[in-house]
């Protein structure tokens, strides 16, 4: 979940190229949990997911909240709390990321680090209990720029679009392989409950594989809406037992700083 949680952040914000059309904000969204496997031990949930972007004088500073209430089958609920926050700079160069996680159900997860990138090839720290060196090779994408090309391939209106992306949100996987298929412009489900909100938005369907394992199914997906200012209006990201549905609930523009 992590890792689709650090997407989501990307998905509001694009780069400096389109800094103008873009919203600086701060969304939040209404989740709630649907089961789809009766065997699941998963019966429902409820919570909340909050992304903030303010655009600096260097870069991206993105901050996304997380919490949720898992209800599981034995009568028992659960509770999840994240934050992760990163920084990504204007040129896609420098990227670094924290990570605080504390779950009922899987634990606690703390950890940061940072990467720089030279041509083809991203080295960096990742800090937890220890400080690891890593190092990948291969064109991987920084998450700001796999969103430029993939709003570039909406508005080119192309339909499919493959890459591996640096996302950092889950430490375990911190690059992930992603297929992106692009559906026709459409009126968004949202135009006319947030005035702030463009009326038009592309469906788009994402499916995440590991990076390097050649898999057919895909472990997540998820199916969003996206207008041209970067804002998601909505998501649904489906974990095989059960999805994950956000509906936009509050929209906050901030007003953006001269540098």
């Known amino acids: 979940m992590r890792y689709i949680l650090s997407l989501l952040i990307y998905l509001i914000f694009t780069n400096y190229c389109f800094s103008s ?70 040129l896609s160069k420098k990227f670094s990321f924290e990570h605080n996680d504390k779950s009922e159900l899987s634990g606690e997860i703390n950890y940061s680090g940072f990467i720089k990138k030279k041509d083809k090839t991203l080295s960096g720290k990742l800090i937890d209990k220890n400080i690891n060196d ?57 135009k006319n409950k947030y005035k702030s909100l463009k009326k038009n938005v592309w469906p788009i369907k994402l499916a995440f594989y590991n990076y390097q394992q050649k898999k057919a199914t895909p472990e997540t997906e998820i199916s969003l809406e996206i207008d041209e200012e970067g804002v998601v209006h909505y998501y649904l990201v489906d974990y095989g037992d059960y999805n994950m549905v956000g509906k936009l609930d509050k929209i906050k523009v901030f007003k953006q700083k001269k540098c």
């Open 21 to 90: 059309g873009l919203l600086s904000h701060k969304a939040s969204y209404n989740l709630t949990l649907e089961r789809k496997n009766t065997n699941s031990l998963l019966e429902g949930g409820a919570g909340k997911s909050t992304f903030t972007f303010k655009k600096t004088c260097t870069g991206w500073s993105l901050k996304e909240n997380f919490m949720i209430t898992y209800n599981l089958a034995n009568k028992k609920s659960a509770k999840s709390y994240s934050v992760f926050k990163t920084f990504e700079d204007f």
């Open 134 to 190: 890593i190092s990948y090779e291969g064109g991987i994408l920084l998450p700001t720029e796999h969103l430029i090309k993939l709003i570039n391939f909406a508005k080119d209106e192309k339909k499919f679009f493959h890459s591996d992306v640096f996302f950092g949100s889950s430490k375990k996987n911190l690059i992930k392989s992603v297929t992106a298929f692009i559906g026709q412009k459409k009126p968004s489900s949202e």
